[in-house]
């Protein structure tokens, strides 16, 4: 007995609404969502665990409620029809509206070498794109987006310097050349040019990669 066919979960999924982030943040919920990422019945899961059944059932109910997971597929123990839960996403972003208007009241970071305003402008990405592509997928559309991720190995701080006054000219050359506000059909697009320390080793030879 099949609730649907159990499609993979897409990689990323994002909250915007507080009651669902609610549950992320939460460790006990956040813990169970980790064990989640294959089918698993709710007997299956305490067992794993050590839980008792009832107290896990509850949480599962509420983490199925806020649409983190889903029953993917039943089958019968016995006497019993089983339902085999299996997060909705492999992993979940919180957008900043999720936080209420304390989300858009943030004053703008005046320095664009700053910390805060790679935050702020990686934050506004989340949000809107988030709010766009549940806006395309209602509508059966595909969201047309462009990312570009690489890593650069500086040799010095003046060779980062001079990185990012050629990378600033050239994107403020081509911005110009393409951008026309008298195309009555065109459409407005937003470009963000980060650049940050990576946490782990790059690559010996790294490669663009366009999606």
Request: aromatic residues 2%; glycine residues 6%.
């Amino acid at each position: 007995m099949a609730a649907r066919a159990a499609a993979a979960p897409p990689p990323l999924a994002t909250v915007r609404e507080a009651g669902r982030a609610a549950h992320l943040v939460n460790p006990r919920r956040g813990h169970l969502l980790a064990h989640l990422t294959e089918p698993i019945s709710a007997a299956g899961l305490a067992r794993k665990l050590g839980l008792p059944r009832q107290r896990l059932t509850y949480h599962l109910r509420a983490l199925e409620r806020a649409g983190l997971i889903e029953c993917v597929r039943r089958r019968r123990q016995g006497n019993c029809v089983e339902r085999l839960m299996r997060v909705t996403a492999r992993a979940f972003v919180i957008s900043p509206e999720a936080s209420g208007s304390l989300g858009a009241s943030a004053p703008a970071a005046p320095d664009r070498l700053s910390a805060a305003a790679q935050l702020q402008a990686a934050a506004r990405t989340i949000e809107e794109v988030a709010a766009l592509d549940a806006r395309a997928a209602k509508d059966g559309k595909r969201l047309a987006t462009l990312t570009l991720d690489t890593v650069i190995r500086f040799a010095n701080a003046a060779a980062r310097r001079e990185f990012t006054e050629e990378l600033t000219g050239a994107v403020a050359r081509i911005a110009a050349r393409y951008h026309d506000d008298q195309a009555p059909a065109g459409r407005t697009f937003r470009l963000v040019v980060c650049a940050h320390p990576t946490a782990a080793t790059p690559p010996a030879t790294p490669s663009p990669s366009v999606t």
